[in-house]
């Protein structure tokens, strides 16, 4: 059964791009994305302005990779879109994005995140059946999801899956 939340009305779940191997000595956290990380998160981002996706607030985890993700997003979208970055969003499980999503007024969120928490928290949201038809290869880097609620269904659809 998917997972039903009362505000907002459109998610965005967006994992950050391609991400460099971590050098010697650096942290998880701080890795940087990778030349080709940069350019697909430019080309997703641009590609889901064009159709006119555009949140009202895009939440971020702090982890290096995950800014750089949304800074693309935020250029694309134009940046009078709020862009918050939430440490809450960094090596956590699926009911923290949750909770963070329960909590937001804006009808439109977008949360920039990492899997495996970012594929199960779609999971949770459209049942484990819609998850393996959308992305039977899980949820690749740069992949964004726009998911709304269907009020008479009471349950999260999946509207379109972006990938550059």
Partial sequence: MAATLPSPSRIYLLRHAEAVWPQPGQGDFDR????KGYGDAEIVADHA???GYRPDIILSSTARR?????DAVHRAMGLSVDLRYVDELYNTTPDVYLE????QTATAVMLVGHNPTIEQTLETLIGHDALLRTLPNGFPAGGLTVLDFDAAAAAWKLREFLVA
């Fill in 66 to 70: 995950c800014r750089e993700t949304a």
């Fill in 32 to 35: 940087d994305l990778s030349e």
């Fill in 100 to 103: 963070i999503l329960r909590t």
């Fill in 49 to 51: 302005a064009d159709k």
